[in-house]
Every structure is written in C-alpha cells, then in structure tokens.
C-alpha cells in the first residue's frame, strides 16, 4: 500500500474517476440517502422505484444495487490496464505485483469481514478480496497472453467453462449450486451465503472475465489510432451486444449475481459500458469536469472511502454528535442523521484531496 502525492493531472481518464466515484458513493451512504428520501415522500413515483433499486434481489434477476460491486471489479479492469503498461516487456514483475496486491486486499477483507480469529467462525471470502483476487487473475492473464484477441478469447472460455460445469455439476439453487459444492469444500471458515459464499472460488474465477473486459476497454481507450468519439462508439456497441446478450440468456441460464453466473456477468459488462459511454461522453468529450468534484473527491480515493466506511465506526460518531439536533426535525430526523454521515465522510476525504494525499495499492 502507497500514499501517493500528486496533482490530477490531463493525462488520467477523467471520466473513470468520477464513473468509480459514484460507484463507492452508492455504497458509503447515496442508497441510504434515496430510501430516506422515498419515505419522505412516498408518492413519489420514480423515487420510490429508485428506492427499490437500493437493496440486493432475493435471488435470481437484478437490481440497480446488484451491479454496483461488479461495476468496480469493470473499473478495476481499466485501470490495470493503464497500471501495467510499463510491465510490458518484464511480466514477470507484473504478475507479483497484482498478487501482492491480492494478498493485501484479501487480509484487509478478512478485518471488514470481522476479528482475524483464524477458526472457523473467520469469514475469509470478502469483496475486497475478490476484487483482488480477480484482477490478479485478471493481470496474469493479460501480461502474459499479450495480444487484445487472446485475452479476449481467455475471458470467453472463462465463462463457457464455468457455464458447462453449472450446468453439468450442480443446479442454480443456493444449496444445489456448483458454487455450493466448491465451497463447502474448499473454503475454510464461515460462508456469508451458509451453504456458499457470494465471494466465493467460483465466484473470483468468474468476476475476473469481467475484469479482463475492462482490461480490453482500457487497451482501447488508450489506442491513439482511434478518435474519442469512435472510442465512444465501439464501447457503447459492445455495451449493448453484451447487455442484450446477457438479457437474452437469462431464460435458460439464469442471473443469479450471488453465484456470478456467465448471464449476470455479460449483463454487468453491457451496465458498465453504457454507464462509462456516458460518462465518457460527458467528461472526456463534451470537457464538462466541473460538476463531478463530489465524485472525484470520492473516486480518487475510493479504498479510502470504502475503509473508512467498514472499519472506522463513524456511523457512532455521526449520531453522537448530531442525533439531538435531527430530534427537532420530526419526520425529517433520519434524512438530517444520513446527510450528516455522508458530509462526514465527504469532509474527510475533500480534505485528503485538498492535502493531494492518495491512498493505493
């Protein structure tokens, strides 16, 4: 882990940073913000829709929420490919680097998930480590197979491997699933699912397909032989291709995000290239930066944010300083208690930002 100091500069892809923003700030305390809001004003039709996009679905199918996490495992994708450009002709020193940060990630994952008690009341899957994990998987494969068409088919076979085996070894149930079975046995410790675990073997394998699209967007959008606005198009026609793809397979090899099956992962890439098309529009085309402050802030510290939102107990702090004033404010109190909490966090993090402090592994 680094702490780097270091002005944005016009080189960063401006429109990622913001993209990765709004992802964490979903996460530290925007969903609550919007389900407080459609209390508030329960009439409200597309609030109260929002609202119910905020929470995970049961089971099979998906909402808004369910693509936040696997939009960042995309993000990730793209950045690795700009991070191990200078591993190009040593991949070797790449390859140890993704997993050095794998096995960071996974141990800090570890403490989110609670006391490192090392028996087998220790949850050792985590979204930390699976997000290493499948970037590292991820990396290897991209340093090492070199070639955009390579790594692309990589990912196809990933994916086409792991569909036959849910198919053939198992059903899609959370007791019956093939993921069930590996992890049952070959996961040690706690399983957040009971009979598997959301971030679990199958699942890492699976999530670093998508990586590896990112991986391929990112190659793209540093290709100097395409215009800006052909870069657009491309990501924007692979975005709908695989959302519709995704969609379409859904009928006969269901999307399940808790089992990362080949359908949800096809639907997320096509999510997360249309929401990047737009932001990439609107930021890296149109030049309009000014509006997204709040996202960078966030974006370009997002491990940060993410920490600091699971280990610190800031949520205690919150209400201790501002649940007797939200008290005055009646049906109010709630909104008043998430809007502080957020400011909160935003606070700390503008201010990381202001001191040009940057936290990365």
Known sequence: MSVSDFSPSASRLDSLDLLRGLDMLLIIGLDALIIVLAQIFPHTEWLSFTAKQMGHSHWQ?????????PIFVFISGISMSFSLRRFTYTPGLGIAK?????????????????????????????????????CAIAGSAALLLKKPLAIGLFGIVILSTIAI???????FSATGSLNSLIDQTLLPGKLHGGTYDPEGLLCIISASALCLGGYLVGILLQNPLYSPAKKLLIILGIGIITLL?????GDIYPIIK?????????????????????????????????????????????????LMYNLLNLQSLNLRIISGIASFFGSWQN??????????QLGILFLMYKKRIFVKI
Do not use: E
């Open 61 to 69: 199918g998906a909402t808004a929420y369910d693509f936040i996490f």
């Open 98 to 134: 993704v997993w050095k940060r794998a096995a960071i990630l996974v141990l800090l994952g570890m403490l989110i998930n609670g006391t490192l008690s090392w028996d087998a009341n220790m949850r050792i899957a985590s979204v930390l480590g699976l997000i290493g994990l499948s």
């Open 165 to 171: 085996l849910q198919f053939s070894l198992g059903d």
């Open 245 to 249: 793809t995704g969609w379409g397979l």
């Open 258 to 306: 808790k089992l990362w099956t080949g359908s949800f992962v096809l639907l997320t890439m096509g999510v997360s290239c249309l929401l990047l098309t737009l932001f990439y529009f609107i930021v890296d085309i149109c030049g309009l930066h000014r509006w997204g402050l709040p996202l960078r802030i966030v974006g370009m510290n997002a491990l940060v944010a993410y």
């Open 335 to 344: 909104l008043i208690i998430v809007l502080s909490f957020l400011s909160l």
